[in-house]
């Protein structure tokens, strides 16, 4: 009976080991299973995180590419523009040139046409004899003569200095030539025609003779 005891107890102390044993294990392969769990799901945070990282950069890069683009066509436009304004203002100065060209061109062609009409008033006036210059005829010519000359000094309108000036070919068109020791070598000694000038370029050269 006594053997029979022991041996149940033997047998159920066997049977606890076992169930210890088994409990162990499972109790091991449970915490492993954690652990795995645990890195896991560690290992799954890190990768969203770098996931949520790798968006963020896309993000910000993508952002970057769409301010480099924005600033590109600013700068793009900005330059077309800045050409645009140089061109126009280029074109400004060429098309007021041309216009004063054009201006002074057609003043001058008009100047030309009326300087006869002075030379005659001139002529006419110069050959009145003393005694008639009082006549009221003459006196209005002499009026509207002055008038004109008034309206071209106003216009710019100048007459070349000619007479004891030295000769300038620029201003002065010599048609005769005398050798006299009175005057000085190139000097004007005689003005045939006035010459005009308008503003400062010359309309009409003076004609005049020359001492050598």
């Known amino acids: 009976m006594a053997k029979k005891k022991e041996a149940t107890q033997d047998?159920?102390?066997?049977?606890?080991?076992?169930?210890?044993?088994?409990?162990?294990?499972?109790?091991?392969?449970a915490k492993e299973t954690e652990a795995a769990e645990e890195t896991a799901e560690s290992e799954g945070d890190s990768a969203g995180e770098d996931e949520k990282n790798e968006e963020e950069a896309s993000e910000k890069s993508g952002k970057?590419?769409?301010?480099?683009?924005?600033?590109?066509?600013?700068?793009?436009?900005?330059?077309?523009?800045?050409?645009?304004?140089?061109?126009?203002?280029?074109?400004?100065k060429r098309t007021e040139k041309e216009k004063s060209q054009m201006f002074e061109?057609?003043?001058?062609?008009?100047?030309?046409?009326?300087l006869p009409v002075v030379d005659n008033f001139e002529r006419a006036l110069d050959g009145v004899p003393e005694e008639e210059k009082s006549n009221a005829f003459v006196e209005g010519m002499d009026k509207i003569?002055?008038?004109?000359?008034?309206m071209f000094e106003e216009a710019g309108v100048t007459a070349i200095e000619a007479a004891g000036k030295e000769f300038d070919p620029a201003f002065h068109n010599?048609?005769?030539?005398?050798?006299?020791?009175a005057y000085g070598e190139n000097e004007v000694v005689e003005e045939f025609q006035k010459g005009y000038m308008y503003r400062d370029s010359v309309v009409r050269h003076s004609m005049v003779k020359v001492a050598n």
Do not use: P
């Open 64 to 92: 970057k590419e769409k301010k480099d683009k924005k600033d590109e066509q600013i700068e793009e436009l900005t330059d077309k523009l800045k050409r645009q304004m140089a061109e126009f203002d280029n074109f400004r």
């Open 105 to 114: 061109t057609g003043a001058k062609s008009i100047i030309e046409k009326v």
């Open 174 to 181: 010599a048609v005769m030539h005398i050798d006299d020791d």
């Open 145 to 150: 003569y002055k008038q004109m000359m008034t």
């Open 11 to 29: 047998t159920e102390e066997k049977v606890l080991e076992g169930d210890a044993q088994e409990t162990g294990a499972e109790d091991v392969e």
